[in-house]
């Protein structure tokens, strides 16, 4: 059997928001039963199938990097994690949606990720409003993903889901809303398991394809 292609996809956030239980369940459609804190990095694999169901159908390994959540802005903390940023193919961000904070700090990790954090504190906060702009001309692919939706009271979620869907419109990205310890969230046929599988297409699209459809040769 030949070796498949794969694309590589930075799963970033603040820490403790989820994203080894999110990895976990993305690419084990099982609940992780014991998390523990990511340090440095951690990389498992999913087998996608692009446009499944159509003549077009190829299987790819979508590698996902579970980046240690570390907010320092130090130097010497983001150039230790700069290595794990070679090469990416798509951005999956991660944020709990209990916590406000994480939210915010997406912005400093996309920007982070992307090699356009110039800036001492890496974070554009201006009372609560955000440069758009940074992210107009981005190419790489971004899902945004809340987690911990069972956490919110149903009192309050439709104000937190309000804020967070301005947030996924500030990166031009399409989010999901979860809780990483309930796989129906990501059953197939759902509008969730629907809107990842449309962002990995894409990842694959602008790692393996030009925009008019034809295919081109990369190299590792």
């Not at 794990?84 to 700090?105: A, E, M, P, R």
């Not at 889901?161 to 989010?175: C, I, K, P, S, V």
Request: hydrophobic share 35%; with cysteine; aromatic share 8%.
């Amino acid at each position: 059997m030949a070796a498949l292609d794969r694309v590589k996809v930075l799963v970033l956030g603040d820490s403790g928001v989820g994203k080894s239980s999110l990895v976990h369940l993305l690419c084990q459609n099982q609940v992780l039963g014991n998390p523990s804190w990511t340090v440095g990095c951690s990389v498992d694999v999913r087998i996608h199938d692009y446009k499944e169901g159509t003549p077009e159908e190829k299987t790819y390994y979508i590698e996902l990097w579970d980046v240690g959540g570390s907010v320092g802005s130090a130097t010497s903390v983001k150039s230790t994690r700069a290595v794990f940023y070679n090469l990416l193919n798509g951005i999956i961000l991660v944020h709990d949606l209990t916590n406000k904070k994480s939210s915010q700090n997406l912005y400093r990790w996309s920007l982070e990720a992307l090699n356009r954090d110039v800036a001492p504190t890496g974070v554009l906060v201006t009372n609560g409003d955000y440069d758009r702009e940074q992210f107009a001309d981005n190419q790489i692919p971004l899902l945004v993903i809340g987690t911990k939706l069972d956490q919110i009271p149903e009192a309050k979620r439709n104000e937190v889901l309000t804020r967070t869907a301005f947030l996924a419109e500030d990166f031009n990205a399409e989010e999901i809303n979860l809780d990483c310890t309930n796989p129906r969230y990501l059953a197939a046929g759902s509008s969730n398991a629907v809107k990842l599988s449309r962002f990995f297409d894409k990842v694959i699209e602008k790692r393996y394809f030009l925009r008019d459809g034809n295919q081109v040769c990369h190299f590792s």
